[in-house]
């Protein structure tokens, strides 16, 4: 049949089906860029939300829970902390057996940059120990319940020893290096006195600096420093008793000294502040993955060896 034979009924319908599949391809388009759209508006609105309680006079609550890493989301926050004038004071939140000795330094050193606009008080949960201890000794006061594990003031590296595991398999490594200390230890050679000596001129010299901050922050020497620098465990008991923190209690207890200290502290809220891939917001989920485009990653995936300082 010839072009000019097509009825008028099927030309239309043709036309009809035409613009109709034209419309469908428009809207699913108009609807992802308007899905997409809103989603990116809820996120900001959520992330506004939850910042606009910080523009206003307040008492910074800071947790510092689980074990501690080098972590670039908190140390932004602290420096955000540090730099705002509307937190009038800091609640610092412990719960954590430790972690390595450059995520503790980091947050002990911007607490106390912290610590010197404003009171900063400690509350120690179930436990806060080593690195978590270091935390503590930040803070301007430091309360912990009766039960409180704290101290295990000391440095550790560990590292496994697999060459009797190797030998049983018959697996020998060979390794060729620029000289006897380099990459020791190594989990696959006995340690030679060297790389031994080595690696506890690191551990000391961390535990130089560690018994530093307790004997500064503390005002403990000699014996009385001695005796909570050797590694033990304490109950908050113990540690009251021993000079390693200031009171027995909990928040109720930390936010009376914090009032106590500074009676325009008593009639302020306390509003939470928490790293961003943390902050709980209108849409968890886009802040998440927004933050993973942006390359932040759980620090705790890193591999190599560290010096730690945690409760063990």
Known sequence: MEDHDIS?????????????????????????????????????????????????PHIAHVSIHGTIFDEPA????????????????????????????????TIYLLMREIAETRPVV??????????GYVAALSADHVVARGNTLTGSIGVIMEYPNMTSLLERVGVEVETVRSSPLKAEPSPFRTPNAAGTAAQEALVADA??????????????????????????????????????????GGRETALDWL?????????????????????????????????KLGGIANPSGKTGPKLLSILN
Not at 219 to 245: F, K, N, P, S
């Open 8 to 56: 008028p009924s099927l030309m239309a319908r043709a036309q009809f089906e035409d613009s109709r599949r034209r419309w469908r391809r428009n809207a699913f388009w108009r609807g992802v860029l308007v899905t997409f759209g809103v989603l990116i508006a809820l996120g900001a609105v959520g992330a506004w939300l939850g910042a606009g309680r910080h523009f206003s």
């Open 74 to 105: 908190r140390t932004a926050l602290l420096r955000d902390l540090r730099d705002a004038e509307t937190a009038k004071a800091v609640l610092l939140d412990i719960d954590s057996p430790g972690g390595t000795t450059v995520g503790a330094e």
């Open 122 to 131: 400690a509350v120690l949960g179930e436990v806060a120990a080593s690195g």
């Open 207 to 248: 535990f130089a600096w560690f018994e530093g901050l307790v004997a500064e922050r503390r005002d403990l020497a000699g014996a009385d420093l001695a005796a909570v620098t050797d590694g033990r465990v304490m109950t908050g008991r113990m540690a009251l008793e021993a000079g390693l923190i200031d009171a027995i």
């Open 259 to 291: 009032q106590n200290e500074d009676e325009t502290l008593r009639d302020l809220p306390v509003y939470e502040w928490a790293p961003e891939r943390e902050a709980a917001g209108l849409l968890p989920g886009v802040t998440a993955w927004m933050l």
